[in-house]
């Protein structure tokens, strides 16, 4: 076959994606970003004039924002769910991994909670979270605290964002267990036998084998799973709407918030959609860094 | 020549009548959190309106938490609808920026005040201009619905009287039966409930046109309720639900003993749960010091970007006239804002032995009454959510009430202009 | 087979207890809806949903919950309305991410690398605010407020895409070579060789797109803006805790109606989906 006929039919078996991608996707981001440098509010609205160009304002007004800084911090403090996450997904792999009676049933049943939509999930964990919920009565029953000192977990400032990480939590392990799943099942069975034979313990193998040959894996898990965590809204708007005392309150609350209501600004949610795209950015260049180094003994195809 | 043009023009002149005999405008409303539950009561006021005006059609669409945004699309796409329907700090942002067309220009003021009581219009007044119809109203006080046996449970035998009293017998059935008593409105997501306690208890809001609500009374009025909430007397939720819906569930499920409110609570207690609806008795409501009551109404607005402004209005005053809103109150205990309901045979109780008729009955005809307390602040938005950040942290002990209130008033003095 | 052993034995205790434990934690919040959902409210006093253990045991079983909530509802019109929408979005999404991810896998062309790395990037572009852009464009080209206009702007999704080159690029290139000496053109190719050897991917992506699709309640509520008739479940269920704040159960009856149509498709084809999903990251 020619080479430019291959790159014709290579093109043209591209053009849907490429063509839905480009209207629905890039232009959107780009005309998303222009407004980031321009006044476009409600008032633009009500006297139907267009955005007009103000620079760098905007992002000052974004900067200086008590709110905003409220939100970063929170949104990075999400992070903290990544290296939790994606160990104990890769210890649930490791789990399921065995050929033993029953294990395709407790494989599918960790997968529901990542069926379940997030507007489900709201309305069960609430009856979990509050005073007289299930996680109180569990921790009740089991004497860890005293009936009198107990309260809703989404009503105080100091557990809610961690509440809300557990709901994350349940929602992903399933998910990355079976990306995890993947990459295990292509690890040669000889290294575990000859480390069994060593005498290793189960907890040895996983941290001297299946840790160290899964990196490019969790490398990929965790960066997919990093971004999801600065930019978490939807369980925010679901549990707390940022609250109690904007102790949940993130980047993109800040965001949905200003772009919505009759008061709406958009210009200023388009700034902070900006700025925590260059957080994105900022940690997937550390995540592409880092792979690289490791390229010798990747075993993921990415 | 010049008859030809004749011939023409009046050629043109006939298509054009037929053609306006023909058309039907189709206008589009969209209601508020009523769908499913009052389709029927909704379509059926629409096709009376449809029968009187038989060029206009009415598309019903029910939004609910997505209103706001949806409206501001709507409009962005050139896909307004015609009348909404909005609440009070909603119908302010909306007018300040310009979305909306000023109802004395499609009804004259003389027909609004006729149809209206005038404290339900100036609830919508902004920049002196009048912006909604005012349509279903409520008051927050209005009656005392409670659970006789809880009452019983817990050897109250006097019903209070006043907010105070109320809440003292709150805290004793709570100590005695672990059910609540009555869960009073501190944090609703929409608007500053706060201010409302202030309000009932007579204390000032505002100064000389400032915000003034940090006196040493306020700053008292405000740990009392922190007690309470310390104590568990009044569940923390308050400061995450907004009260109306907290106190349906709790008090539907026997957790807790009163709802203080229009009737319209009691309509999802008598669905939700029979026997405690069987239970119910109805007196008129405590009041606080101030011996005033709070409510509010829901308004009809017009955008500016709707394309049939003047069947907007038509419709807008139909769906809020005397004969619907006393029909829907006797569906829903609603408080009509029509001044002809006062008197309106059709709201009296028919049967005095049943909670919801006798409460429908008690608060119908208060619509002359029915007032916020104070109109929304401009830039309404950032103002009641400052505000309710600093009631949260005096609630959560993050903050002391004195400095909660002093840097609610600061921040509201320098932005609310 | 190995011998029996006291220590082997004791290590599978030990994991099926694990596993039970972590499963527990996985469905607890599922089986304790149910629960709720079938339990009978109308006893004298009224139940608490908070009255343990008793509320995740109920006494009084009954189906009226689920009855009340698809008649208020009038839950059919949406059902009917999830599945078209579905449905669209699945093939709509097998198809593209099919096509476009062969050229990418198993094709020497300029412009490859830019064109993945593309994609790629999608998944860190800010793309929270898109859906205003997007609302725009579909209103000019006459899509919005169609099942179209919710299905078009989701189908070219990098990830779909990424997971059926992951799945191409493990099928030996030599089966492509010989077909191609055979006389086989690419669409050939991919028709008779890609496709039914990456059948596992594609019923993972299938069923991955199929859950998100009727999960998600966001975007069509935007796109099928003025058109409520149209709306999917997802979106009438967000009605819900307005319509029933005050009663658990016709909630926890919804969230069950809304939930079990795609617990069945699951379990049904779980055996394949895991299967090419682990394929996306061999």
Not at chain 3, 247 to 256: E, I, L, R, T, Y
Request: charged content about 15%.
């Amino acid at each position: 076959m020619r080479k430019s006929s291959l790159t014709i039919t290579a093109y043209m078996l591209l053009l849907p994606a490429l063509l839905l991608m480009a209207v629905f996707t890039f232009y959107p981001v780009l005309y998303g970003s222009y407004l980031g440098f321009t006044k476009y509010t409600a008032a633009n609205l009500g006297s139907n004039t267009p955005p007009s160009w103000i620079g760098l304002e905007n992002f000052r007004t974004v900067l200086s924002d008590e709110l905003f800084r409220i939100g970063l911090i929170n949104s990075l403090k999400y992070l903290i769910i990544v290296p939790i996450l994606q160990l104990a997904s890769l210890g649930v792999a490791v789990l399921v991994n065995r050929q033993i009676p029953g294990i395709a049933i407790f494989r599918a049943a960790y997968y529901i909670p990542v069926i379940t939509s997030i507007t489900l999930a709201s309305v069960m964990w609430e009856w979990v979270f509050t005073r007289d919920g299930l996680l109180n009565w569990v921790l009740e029953v089991f004497r860890i605290i005293d009936p009198k000192s107990s309260f809703g977990w989404l009503l105080n400032p100091n557990t809610a964002l961690w509440a809300i990480m557990l709901v994350t939590f349940w929602r992903g392990f399933g998910y990355y267990m079976v990306l995890y799943l993947g990459g295990l099942q292509s690890i040669p069975s000889e290294l575990e036998e000859a480390a069994l034979l060593d005498g290793a313990s189960t907890w040895q193998r996983f941290w001297k084998i299946t840790v160290p040959l899964m990196r490019p894996t969790i490398l990929l898990c965790s960066l997919l799973s990093s971004l999801a965590a600065i930019r978490v809204l939807e369980e925010i708007i679901v549990f707390t709407n940022g609250g109690p005392l904007n102790s949940t309150y993130t980047v993109l609350m800040y965001v949905y918030q200003k772009s919505f209501g009759l008061d709406f600004d958009y210009g200023v949610a388009s700034a902070a959609g900006l700025l925590l795209a260059i957080v994105g950015f900022i940690l997937s260049y550390i995540n592409f860094r880092v792979t690289r180094e490791d390229a010798p003994t990747r075993g993921a195809k990415v | 020549m010049k008859k030809r043009w004749l011939l023409l023009a009046s050629a043109f002149g006939a298509l054009g009548l037929t053609a306006l005999a023909q058309s039907k405008v189709e206008i589009e409303f969209w209601s508020w959190y009523l769908s499913p539950k009052f389709d029927p009561y909704l379509k059926g006021v629409i096709s009376q309106f449809e029968a009187a005006n038989p060029t206009i059609s009415v598309k019903l669409v029910d939004k609910q938490d997505t209103m706001e945004r949806d409206l501001q699309a709507a409009i962005a796409l050139g896909k307004s609808p015609d009348v909404v329907n909005l609440w009070s700090d909603a119908t302010a942002a909306a007018a300040q920026n310009g979305l909306l067309t000023p109802v004395t220009d499609l009804t004259s003021i003389a027909d609004l005040r006729a149809q209206f009581w005038d404290n339900t219009l100036a609830m919508f007044i902004v920049d002196g201009k009048n912006y909604g119809y005012p349509w279903y109203g409520w008051t927050d006080q209005g009656v005392m619905a409670y659970n006789s046996e809880i009452l019983k449970k817990a050897g109250v035998t006097r019903v209070p009287k006043t907010i105070s009293e109320l809440l003292t017998a709150s805290k004793l059935i709570k100590q005695r039966t672990g059910s609540y008593g009555w869960l009073p409105p501190v944090k609703d997501p929409n608007g500053a409930s706060f201010l409302g306690q202030f309000y009932l208890e007579g204390l000032p809001l505002f100064a000389g046109g400032k915000a003034a609500f940090n006196s040493p009374k306020h700053i008292t009025l405000l740990q009392k309720f922190i007690e309470l909430m310390k104590g568990d007397f009044i569940p923390q939720d308050l400061l995450r639900k907004e009260a109306f819906q907290l106190n349906n569930e709790y008090y539907s499920q026997g957790k807790s003993a009163f709802i203080v409110g229009g009737a319209q609570a009691l309509v999802r207690v008598k669905d939700a749960n029979k026997d405690i609806y069987s239970k119910t008795k109805v007196v008129p409501a405590p009041l606080g010091a101030g011996g005033v009551q709070t409510g509010g109404s829901m308004s009809l607005v017009v955008p500016k970007a709707s394309k049939f402004q003047k069947e907007a209005g038509l419709f807008a005053m139909f769906m809020s006239n005397n004969k619907a809103q006393v029909q829907f109150s006797k569906l829903a205990g609603i408080v009509p804002t029509t001044k002809g309901a006062e008197n309106d045979p059709e709201l009296k109780a028919a049967n005095p032995n049943d909670a919801l008729d006798v409460a429908t009955s008690l608060v119908s005809g208060t619509g002359r009454f029915i007032t916020p307390g104070w109109n929304p602040p401009k830039n309404t938005d950032n103002v009641y959510k400052n505000f309710n950040d600093n009631i949260e942290a005096a609630f959560l002990g993050s903050k002391s009430a004195r400095q909660a209130l002093n840097d609610a008033v600061a921040f509201w003095n320098a932005n609310a202009k | 087979m190995t011998r029996f052993s006291p220590r082997k034995s004791m290590n599978l205790l030990l994991s099926y207890v694990a596993l039970s434990l972590i499963g527990l934690f996985a469905v607890f919040p599922f089986l304790w809806t149910f629960a709720i959902s079938i339990t009978d409210k109308t006893v004298a006093s009224g139940v608490s949903i908070f009255d343990f253990p008793a509320s995740l045991f109920p006494k009084a079983i009954t189906f009226n919950n689920f009855i009340e909530v698809y008649t208020v509802f009038n839950l059919q019109k949406y059902l009917i309305n999830s599945l078209i929408i579905t449905s669209l979005t699945v093939v709509g999404t097998l198809i593209v991410s099919a096509m476009a991810a062969y050229p990418l896998a198993k094709l020497e062309f300029p412009g490859r690398d830019i064109i993945f790395g593309a994609m790629l990037a999608t998944l860190v572009l800010p793309s929270e605010t898109n859906f205003i852009v997007n609302v725009l464009t579909l209103n000019k080209i006459g899509l919005l407020g169609t099942y179209w206009g919710v299905v078009i702007p989701t189908i070219a999704t990098a990830f779909g895409i990424f997971v059926m080159r992951q799945a191409y690029i493990s099928i030996p290139s030599s089966l492509l070579e010989a077909a191609r000496i055979d006389g086989a053109t690419e669409l050939q190719i991919i028709w008779r060789i890609m496709i039914p050897l990456a059948r596992p991917a594609l019923t993972a992506l299938g069923i991955f797109t199929l859950v998100n699709t009727w999960n998600s309640y966001f975007w069509a509520s935007v796109a099928l803006l003025g058109a409520d008739d149209l709306q999917p479940l997802s979106v009438a269920m967000l009605k819900l805790k307005g319509q029933f704040n005050h009663d658990s159960f016709n909630v926890a009856a919804g969230a069950m109606i809304m939930m079990i149509p795609v617990l069945i498709v699951f379990v049904a084809a779980q055996k394949l989906f895991m299967r090419g999903l682990e394929g996306a990251v061999k």
